[in-house]
Nanobody
Framework: QVQLVESGGGSVQAGGSLRLSCAAS????????MGWFRQAPGKEREFVAA???????NYADSVKGRFTISSDNAKNTVYLQMNSLKPEDTAVYYC???????????????WGQGTQVTVSS
């Protein structure tokens, strides 16, 4: 089993920045990819970004150029740097881990509890 714990959410004004962190513990050697998803009230959970153990990244079109995903394999931690935040970025952000390839669907093996990000106009 793998446990994922997110941190770094909060409230920020439009145009501001936040950095989310996701610390993994347990059988982390089994993870091939780590990703971030988000879910706004009344909407489905959507893909934000993902990074493979080898460093390959993938982003949703809505965040390209504004968000950056990175990882510190030694610390088993993944980060999501979010710049130029918009009100439509408001959502609960979830960290996820999977044992297989990067996928943009919310079918990952492991999930964190989520952290709230609120962007005000």
């Amino acid at each position: 089993q793998v446990q994922l714990v997110e941190s770094g959410g909060g409230s920020v004004q439009a145009g501001g920045s936040l950095r989310l962190s996701c610390a993994a513990s347990g059988r982390t050697f089994s993870l091939y990819v780590m990703g971030w998803f988000r879910q706004a009230p009344g909407k489905e959970r959507e893909f934000v970004a993902a990074i493979s153990r080898g460093g390959t990244t993938n982003y949703a079109d809505s965040v390209k150029g504004r968000f950056t995903i990175s990882s510190d394999n030694a610390k088993n931690t993944v980060y999501l740097q979010m710049n130029s935040l918009k009100p439509e970025d408001t959502a609960v952000y979830y960290c996820a881990g999977d044992r297989n390839s990067i996928i943009a669907s919310p079918v990952y093996d492991y999930w964190g509890q989520g952290t709230q990000v609120t962007v005000s106009s």
